[in-house]
């Protein structure tokens, strides 16, 4: 980690001279080589889910004025339609209002929820042992003794390995699953003050009540589900990306995860490995699967 | 700047002898003290959008088991259904499939789309002459002799004033609005390498044949429409997160756009100045409103 972060100071020292960068130093000297892992489901109408909501339909946009879906060839574009039977779909982030409707819906976050420290905490060992492991305080006990105190402000993700499966539409009803004890959500909120947690699987814990996600919502706290790829992150210096569009009165996001770690990472892509602008013309056309209820190539 | 700067060197290098920290001292030192200015409007079934694509639904999730609403009251949750006409919807990011299916849909841009420099061009006193006007070439070299030149890889979007009646359903029919020429997007990406430019109408010029969408996407350009608050953000120094749930087979993103700002700018909020963790309890609770067709507070 010394050579990056000589190379930091050095960057920041050169961008400095110019009055006017502001922030872009950071990116030009440091995020442009970090590794970017993207922690973010594909939501398709056939990924798990409770079957107390259901799956989502996807169709193409129709013409209002026909009926009938416009296309590339008559029309020059092509658009979607989508029928979301919950917010709950997918990678998500849980605004309060999910359960407490007196705290913020998804669209009442403040804009901080934007970019933050990445702190990853593995209960792979314990899940390989007992499938429906819970994170306890002493595995953040442990995190600590490693890595240091747990940064404040920081996003807190628990690898369990859940996800490997993903989208077996299976997952949605396999129990035991591994959760994050009430304890913990406690240890990580009142005692370390993190922005949220996040999990693989699609619930907190496996309670009756799922006394970890109602303790969560009734006390204004968001969490983030259904994460992908947290075996590709490292447990320390990664930071997160976090985005979800704004629908008004939300009480779910279909949220956008993204690790960026240190460029010495063994996992995850930078800018300029893949073509980006202009992206890469592909072999075989995106078409309507029928069968698939989607898009494809 | 010059204060920011020494502050930022300062950090970098106390956080630096922490052989664990990788990228965290960027946000302790930096990030943690910017502003942050939400650049993302809210999705309403009362948006404004064009009359092809027609109007999104909103709805509670319905039990499958009894065909009524979720409720707070009764299942101690609620969660949120969609019917949306149209992925062209609010604060968006274009894939090119959106008009050419061989190009990369929503799921398929690489990791690397989620933090830049932002540019802003401002072509406001142009827009207070001629409602209709497009930015041109020599609206960017003007930018250059201010600044320096666009930063390679950057996100640059254009200020226009259009999106200060948002979301005044009438704005999806108003002509002439703002563009941007052929020439400027050319100059932009062949020139400039850019990942992708933003603007704050719904579409990116007025010529019949939307000349300039049309090339961006047949060569495999993205870009954001229907951005908001370029007012709030200086012309360089800012940082760009770019969020978006990842659809497959997607033509079009709901989009999460925030400006990352340096500590001195006047407008956004700091990490602490708003309840974060736990969210503040609001005074009124958030409600279905069948006139809406959304919940309110």
């Known amino acids: 980690m010394r050579r990056v ?20 130093p950071l990116y030009e000297q440091t995020l442009k080589h970090a590794k970017y892992i ?19 339909s996807f169709g193409p946009t129709l013409n209002p004025a026909t009926g009938k879906p416009y296309s590339y060839e008559q029309d020059g574009f092509n658009a979607t339609a989508y029928r979301l039977s919950t917010d709950q779909y997918g990678t998500q982030l849980d605004p309060p209002a999910h359960w407490a409707p007196e705290f913020p819906g998804i669209d009442e976050l403040p804009p901080t929820f934007a970019v933050r420290p990445l702190v990853v905490v593995s209960i792979t060992d314990s899940v ?3 499938a429906g492991y819970h994170l306890q305080v002493a595995d953040l006990a442990a995190w600590e003794g490693r890595h240091g105190r747990i940064p404040e402000g920081a996003v807190v993700m628990v690898r369990s390995g859940w996800s490997k499966d993903w989208p077996n539409p299976e997952l949605a009803t396999r129990t035991p699953f591994p959760g994050v004890a009430l304890d913990a959500l406690k240890f990580l909120h009142l005692q370390r003050h993190i922005l949220f947690h996040g999990h693989e699987p699609l619930d907190t814990d496996t309670t009756a009540a799922l006394e ?17 790829n947290l075996d ?17 009165g939300g009480v779910g996001g279909y949220a956008r995860y993204v690790a960026i770690c240190p460029p010495e990472w063994s996992h995850g892509v930078t800018v300029g490995e893949l073509p980006e602008a202009p992206l890469a013309r592909l072999a075989r056309p995106l078409h309507w699967d029928s069968a698939a209820g989607m898009r494809v190539r």
Chains 1, 2 share one sequence.
């Open 5 to 24: 972060c000589a190379f930091v100071l050095l960057g920041l020292a050169m961008g400095c001279r110019q009055q006017t960068a502001g922030l872009w």
């Open 38 to 56: 993207d922690l973010t489901h594909t939501i398709t109408p056939a990924i798990p889910v409770w079957h107390g909501f259901g799956p989502a």
């Open 128 to 130: 390989a042992q007992h």
């Open 212 to 228: 970890g996600e109602s303790w969560l919502m009734h006390n204004g706290y968001t969490q983030a589900e259904g994460v992908a």
């Open 232 to 248: 590709q992150v490292p447990e320390t210096g990664c930071l997160v990306t976090i985005g979800y569009p704004k629908f008004g």
